[in-house]
């Protein structure tokens, strides 16, 4: 007999802010899109900012500049019947590929799996418009300025 372990899943994120745009991935939940920054989940003696200069490089072939912490977020969800828990590291970058502030879409695969990297302004998030994800990150980008 099978039996699913619940554990909390430590996980760091990067915000790559363009003025009012955030950059994001995108999901789709029973055919509604969802967004969440990039970034993933920390790996054993890897510290967060270790994590997305290796996830934007697997993700986008990206590289990261000027990143510095943001905060702490916990993110308690279900999906599919499961239940999550993670605790989120968020921080801030800066892209050293400029050219890629100019598209619209950066990445549409990763490892072969369709996956979608987009940059949307902070106004297309909120009620009654598709969420991003940690709960708790539009005001946390409020706060950070």
Known sequence: MATHVEMVRPIAICLCRDNDR???????????????????????????????????????????????YLGLLENIYSDAGLRGHEIVLVYDG???????????????????????????????FGPEKPPVYPEGLLALIKSSG
Request: glycine residues 10%; proline residues 4%; negative net charge.
């Open 22 to 68: 955030i950059l994001v991935s995108e999901f789709r939940a029973k055919g509604r899109p969802y967004y969440r920054p990039l970034g993933g989940t920390i790996e054993f003696g890897e510290r967060g900012e270790q994590t997305i200069r290796r996830e934007f490089q697997e993700e986008i072939n990206a590289g990261l500049a000027e990143v510095h």
């Open 94 to 124: 800066r892209l050293t590929d400029t050219s890629l502030y100019q598209k619209e879409v950066i990445g549409e695969n990763e490892l072969g799996k369709p996956f979608k990297v987009v940059w949307k302004r902070l106004d297309e």
